[in-house]
Every structure is written in C-alpha cells, then in structure tokens.
C-alpha cells in the first residue's frame, strides 16, 4: 500500500512553535500537500511541495524529502486561531491524471 | 464570489432511505472529486469526475453513484445499499486533474455535508 502516517495529536503553548511530520511511501507520490480543517469546516490549502527543500509562507513552511519519504509542516508564532487539524496528502499520479491520498490529520491543541 | 457550495449543511435520513447530496462550483474547474471523512480517519475517495459526462470510482465507491451533467455540478447519490452511510461528506474540485510538469492542481474543498442515518 501507499500509507501516509502522522501524528494524532499534538499540543503547543501559544507563540511556540510546532512542527508535524509526515511519512509516506517513496513509491508512487508525486509531491506532497498540506490542509488545515477546522472542525466541522472545509479543508484549506496551505502548501504543496513537488520538489525537494523548504517552502516558507509567513507563519507556516513545510519540508519535503522525496528520497525518505518525509515531510513537515512548521507553525511557527503559534496563535489560538490554528488549533485546528493539518492533513498531510500524497499527489498519486495515474495515467497523467492526479489525485490526493490523506493522512488521517494531526490534531494541534494550542494552549494560552 | 467563486467557490463551492454543499447542501445541506446536515441531513438526517432513515436506513433504507436513498439521499443525493449537493455539490455546486462556480470556479470554472473541470474535475470534481468526493471524500468521505470519518473520525480518526483520513478523507477517503468515493468518485472523481475529470470532465463533464465522466467520472470514475475512488476507493470505497460501493453503495454510492455519481452523475456530472454539467461542468458545475456533480451531485452524489448515498443508496441504501451503502452499509455505513453516517458521514462528513466533502466535495472539492480543481482546475483539471492532469500533471502538468510534474505537478497537480490543488484541490478546493466545499462546506460539507454531515449525513446521519437513524
């Protein structure tokens, strides 16, 4: 199969800083993205890394490395507005055609 | 405004009971895709639609049917033959879904659909 593994649950103090790690086969992904869902809400995109290396945007850089089959998502500056979960998601590619494999999400508890 | 809409937000139904499901974009997006979301579980592909009068299943389509008559809509029906049909249900779409230099097109998600069978 093409698991793609992150943690349940992670808690952090407001203004730290959190990073949520994603694994997946290296077989078969082409990139990797990055949703936040609030509860009850639609997934929201963040990121999405094809290549390898960092990619900052303001608060929040995520990582990728194709030859370990790893990934992160860094939320730096932490404020009450990101408890929310982050959904790690593997672009599979069939016949030129793409789709998205989930994670099962990390649930981020900020705390004041 | 461009986006996606579901509707309704929550639906109740009876175990038996046939229910199609909403989903609307006005982005201009020619592929459209269903998830379910359980708890404790990723989003799971039921249908995926590529272009108008096309779609194919995802990886739990058994129990459901979609139709993609027309670019903006992409209706999906939960039959009474689907075992466990109480979900999040989730409607997304994108620019197209080919792999152009290697990358593919994010996907935009709806509101969602909290289906509850009693």
């Known amino acids: 199969g093409q698991n793609i593994d992150q943690p349940t649950e992670m808690t952090a103090t407001e203004g730290a800083i959190v990073q949520i790690n994603c694994t997946y086969q290296t077989s078969g992904f082409n990139g990797l993205f990055w949703y936040q869902q609030h509860a009850g809400e639609a997934p929201t995109f963040l990121s999405y890394n094809v290549l390898d290396g960092l990619e900052e945007k303001g608060r929040f850089s995520s990582f990728l490395s194709r030859s370990k089959g790893y990934s992160y998502l860094l939320l730096k500056e932490l404020q009450m507005k990101d408890s929310a979960s982050y959904l790690c998601a593997g672009g599979k590619t069939t016949d030129s055609w793409g789709k998205l494999q989930f994670g099962a999400g990390t649930q981020v508890v900020v705390t004041p | 405004d461009g986006g996606i809409t579901q509707s309704p937000k929550y639906l109740f139904r009876k175990e038996g009971q046939n229910v199609t499901l909403s989903c609307e974009q006005n982005?201009?997006?020619?592929?459209m895709y269903w998830y379910r979301q359980d708890p404790g579980q990723g989003l799971r592909l039921i249908y995926y639609?590529?272009?108008?009068?096309?779609?194919q299943k995802g990886d739990i389509a058994e129990g459901y049917s979609v139709s993609r008559e027309k670019k903006e809509s992409f209706p999906l029906t939960v039959t009474s033959a689907q075992k466990n049909p109480t979900a999040f249900y989730l409607c997304a779409s994108s620019i197209d879904g080919a792999v152009l230099a290697g990358k593919i097109n994010e996907q935009f998600f709806g509101p969602g659909t909290r289906l509850t069978v009693l």
């Open positions: 982005l201009n997006h020619d592929a």
């Open positions: 639609s590529q272009i108008v009068n096309d779609f």
